[in-house]
């Protein structure tokens, strides 16, 4: 399993780096980045967590929601 971060969507809340250091860390910018090729196995859940709770972005009327499984 792959996770990536829209980086425009992203407002560095530091959500998903709570529930996942390990996958995710905040850049000098504030930005979530995933560190990680593959979400290791016994991150999966953390990183399922750190997905339901990432607030959404509402841009022209469009739901942005900053992280997705790829
Ligand atoms: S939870 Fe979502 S909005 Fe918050 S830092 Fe992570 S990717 Fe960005």
Redesign the pocket.
Known sequence: MKVK?NEE?????????AYSEAV?E?NDDG??VVKTDEVPEDEVQNVKD?ID???TAASKKIIIK??NLV
């Not at 969507?9 to 780096?17: L, P, S």
């Open positions: 971060v969507a992203c407002i560095g809340c530091g959500a998903c780096t995710f905040l930005i979530s750190a709770s990432c607030p900053p992280l």
